[in-house]
């Protein structure tokens, strides 16, 4: 071969076998032509500072603490030395494969490189040839089984290596020499297959296949990510059942699971990262939606669900993909994913993104970017070490929409959104920037014993400086012609916050008297210090409202920015505070299995929830500590192995200092955590080992509640009860082999339970609806692939209506919206990638904050992603 050809082929890991001879198909011995051949014609191989606030922390925190900071040094000097593992012993044993359909050429060097092992093979026997992929634990003889499975292609073993080459002319009717081909419900062992995931580490910290987890769990693969071009928490969620987007207004992630809204429960690789900002996915490969109370592995919060992204990491398959975006109002972005390993015991990694892009709705854009760099380190088989730091900023402006019409305060239905374009802008989007900065570093220390007890630290610490301003409706259209008007008011808010979390979980296995026990137990503390600052709006230095006609919206008044005046009797104006919170949580979880098809999975978590409070306005000092033991229970039957059906039992607290650390107050410190009790009944099928279907019933009570007051927002209010009742099913995998699915259907029936008595005349009656939760929820996208080279998707998103407020004036009307992409991969590096958004281009309303900050939905959009992998 020469080396122009060489080059053309651009695989370097690969060994080639160049030869004109055939082996004649007679030949009963396959391998002793192929090898004759090898020997008249060579081979050519290649081997594969801010202020205290001065409160001492208690001797638990500081005893924990200590014991937390010596486990984390146990662990980086475990002893031990690097193996390397030859090629008879990697051929022997089994390895967990990663490799796409595609061509077959790029899936044997894919195989070269994660087995380890050499394989030769000519290229015009592989070129127009492709394969199904291959995803699990195999041998190397097994995978090479499945990998070449229908290629009519063979594999023969060599000195060094394996051979594959065409099968001879007749081969079909000699006996067979190749083992059979074997494919059993346990060969996908990673965590996601295609659209479908079989694991989520995070619902109970150990390898627990996810039928096994007594637990609603949805999770978004990387190839779900990569097929609706995902950038953001409202993407993902837009296609998980019981859990919808809600406005944040406009300057952060805000979700509702089943009837809950947070802005806070939110996490990487399991650590918390609870600052209120818009999140992105370049450095993410899964994101995992635990639904229910979760506060046995979360700790606090969690209260109605949690998502958690697991990050991408340095691996020993080289990674080379840099990905190019343009779309529909100057979308601009690019992302890189560059991974090699170093050598036989470490490997780098490097996620990058940039974006630009402006927005369907007036004066409205964003800026966005991060880098991510990783370390992976294998001093032994038994040790890893994970390294990494991330950077990421987003600037954009505050859009929190359009205002309602016509509400009549306590007359159910009397509103409705404004009726105006979507694009209309209340307020002043050139006047209303947020942005935030974000670093963090991050560290996974892992040792697995003889005995195969193994002992893992997780480590995060991150620093957040987070600002937005906005100058937006805050109160209803009059009237929808010439003689309406809008009250427009404004002000900013700043938040500094530090986090630092580490966990360190011990897991062990144990038989007694026939029952066997998996063990998770460990401790997590955590400390967060936190500024925050807030002005009010003056508009021409007097006055906190105007009013601006309805058919031209935009204030052009001067706006100056400071703190109203601060009142001490009921210490009302604008916040100015330091907070510090310490959280010290012990935890312990025994899976047992009780008989083969009962399982049983019991938690019980301890947290200490110690917070120190300096309100700035007049130096006062407050101080809370609240002790929160949220139990888990969990039973499973399995009737056959790949079908479970469970009950749940668990609980999970919000103390009153509230998601963000900012709602206590000398009048509520003393008062009791908000409680969640979460019941369900379930069912989880894995139909084949690359389809899944999953069914659950749910009630979730949530008791001591404060909630705001509606249309009047600086203001809150005690909800005594409050219950979501619902059902859920979901449907991921892959129906045939080109057609993937994944959605599911929701019904959630979400009310108060009594009566709201609030400020002045704000009263909820019992039997109101709660807020942004519509009783029904459809999704649906499949993706069908006609050949290697050429696929459809086509999706479906369907929200019934629903309330903007408690008080259930405003109606936010149901809809229906498509969505469709087509791939096309133009050879082995390049692959397109369009995407249409809102297919019909129908008007819809996407989400709310409160009665009027209500978002429209974006027209068609479409988007063209060009991939490069190299």
Known sequence: MSNKNQQDTNFTNTSWLVSNGTCESGSSDVLNCVLSLENNKPVQKHDGGRAECGFRPSRLIVTVRTALIGFGLASLVLPGIAIAESNIVAQASAVIYSIPAGAMADALNRFSQQAGVSISFAAADVKDVATKGLNGKFSVQEGLDHLLAGSGLQWASQEEGYLVRKQPEGMSEQPPILPPIRVTASAVTEPTDGYMATKSFSATRTDTPLRDVPQSITVMTQDMIQDQTMQSITDVVRYVPGVVPSQGEGNRDAVIFRGNNTTGDFYVDGLRDDVQYFRDLYNIDRVEVLKGSNGMIFGRGGAGGVINRVTKEAGWTPVREIAAQYGSFSHKRIAVDLGQPINDVAAVRLNAMYEHSNSFRNGVDLERGGVNPTFTFKPTAQTKVVFSGEYFFDRRTADRGIPSFGTRSGVVDSGRPADTHRSTFFGNAANSPTHVDAWSLNSLIEHTFDNEVKIRNRTRYASYDKFYQNIYANGVATAEDATGTVAISAYNNATQRENLFTQTDLLF????????????????????ISDNFRNTGFFNNSTTSVSVPFFNPISFDPVTFRQTAFNPANRSGDANNHGVVEVVGVYVQDQITLLPQVKAVLGLRYDNFDMSFIDKRDGTRFHANDGLLSPRVGLIYKPIDPVSIYGNYSLAYVPRAGDQLSSISPSNATLKPEQFMNLELGAKWDIRPDLSFTAALYQLERSNVIAPVPNEPTQSMLV??????GAEVGLMGRITPQWSVMGGYAYTDAEITRTISGTGSTTVP??????????HTVSMWNRYDFTPFLGLGLGVIHRSSMYAALDNTVLLPGF??????????????????????NLANIDYIASANNNNNILPGAPRIYRLTVVANF
């Open 766 to 775: 019992a039997g109101s609806i709660v807020a942004q939760v519509p009783k």
């Open 816 to 837: 229906t919206r498509m969505d469709a992409a087509m791939f096309v991969r133009l050879n082995k590096v390049i692959r397109v990638q369009a995407n249409i958004e």
């Open 720 to 725: 005594d009860g409050q219950r979501a009742r």
């Open 509 to 528: 296995k144990l038989n007694t008297w026939g029952v066997n026990h998996e063990f998770m137990t460990g401790v997590e503390y955590g400390r967060q």
